[in-house]
């Protein structure tokens, strides 16, 4: 029985069983975790919560050991929530449905992205939680915006990037493009890279039988800067660690990982992704022949970038910030940012967030 791997300055006995309860849920695992008062376990519920893998978490209790079970209180507490979720997911996919039938109807393209499409890589896909849809449109993405209007239903545009709208109550984000080409040369990069692939290549997945999904070869791409994005902004957490450590099981035989490693060198982000990668194989159960060739290991930066996903903490913004605060949070997340883009792009998030 492999033992997850326990760091000097490693996080606390919640975070630890956390991280075992996914690797149980996603890989299969047999590990145990240490025995834990109920104040803990409801530690382990509460980070469960905040770093989106509240479900996920749930099966990975369920054939615990009885003695190691959490408490009955906080276990079916645990499970009306996951029941909630999935709630969510089916009204999602309800939601998901109409809409490719309105663009089919139309005769227009669309790829669902990200939540849903991550989703059809978990053990249980309705346990992957999700917070809204993201779809891609190709060039008719104003258009579709124009016919969504004209049904009445308000569209917020973002003309750099996205626009918003709700339909039965879900919120749908529709991309203009894949990534903000206006942040940073990298996402530029990407664009490109990306736009290239999913104009070649329609050999991606389906889900509910006709809705269709990127190829893994233009997902692995995508994936992968979104969730460095996200950490650069310091709002990835541990479900997209889920999403990464899934979606690679599922699909590394439709993937050509010399170009996409390739790629990786080319723009400076070969280190990142290894260590992305190194994380996901130690606690989460990736397997190690997902380990990259030749990167340049730091233990203690990959234990710092973990460390930063579990203290993500959710929350809702119901003022502006203060100036001091707005200083504080760009302080807070220069360290991510500089390890994943290595330009001069910062300037553009301080400017943004002290101005707006």
């Not at 008062?37 to 509460?46: G, I, L, R």
């Not at 590394?252 to 990982?257: K, S």
Request: glycine share 4%.
């Amino acid at each position: 029985m492999m033992k997850m791997p326990k760091h000097k300055g490693y996080p606390d006995k919640e975070s630890l069983t956390l991280l075992l309860l996914l690797r149980r849920a996603l890989s299969g695992s047999a590990e145990l975790p240490e025995e834990l008062t109920e104040a803990e376990w409801k530690s382990v519920c509460n980070l469960s919560v905040e770093c989106g893998v509240h479900a996920l978490a749930y099966d990975g209790l369920l054939d615990l050991p009885e003695g190691l079970q959490p408490p009955r209180a906080i276990k079916i507490h645990w499970a009306v929530d996951t029941a909630a979720i999935e709630d969510k997911y089916a009204r999602h996919k309800d939601v998901i449905v109409h809409l490719n039938g309105f663009m089919r109807a139309k005769k227009m393209r669309m790829l669902l992205l990200n939540g849903l499409g991550n989703a059809s890589n978990y053990p249980v896909p309705e346990h992957r939680e999700g917070s809204d849809i993201d779809i891609y449109t190709f060039d008719e993405s104003f258009m579709v915006d124009k016919m969504i209007s004209d049904r009445g239903i308000a569209v917020v545009a973002a003309p750099n990037f996205s626009s918003d709208f709700f339909i039965q109550g879900v919120l749908v984000e529709n991309h203009h493009h894949f990534f903000n080409v206006k942040a940073s040369p990298l996402n530029r990069i990407f664009e490109e890279k990306v736009q290239s692939l999913v104009s070649s290549d329609t050999s991606g997945n389906r889900i509910f039988n006709e809705i269709n999904l990127p190829a893994p070869q233009a997902e692995i791409y995508l994936m992968s800067l979104r969730i460095l994005n996200k950490f650069a902004m310091g709002s990835a957490t541990l479900r997209q660690l889920c999403d990464w450590t899934t979606f690679l099981k599922a699909n590394a035989l439709r993937i050509n990982f010399k170009k996409f490693n390739d790629f990786l060198r080319e723009n400076d982000l070969y280190e990142a992704v290894s260590r992305m990668n190194e994380i996901c194989i130690a606690y989460l159960g990736l397997d190690s022949t997902f380990r990259m060739p030749s990167a340049n290991r730091s233990q203690s930066v990959e234990t710092e970038m973990l460390n930063r996903m579990l203290n993500v903490r959710k929350h809702v913004r119901r003022r502006k910030l203060t100036f001091r605060e707005k200083l504080s949070t760009l302080h807070e997340i220069s360290w991510n940012y500089h390890l994943v883009h290595n330009d001069h792009s910062f300037w553009i998030i301080v400017l943004k967030t002290l101005f707006s």
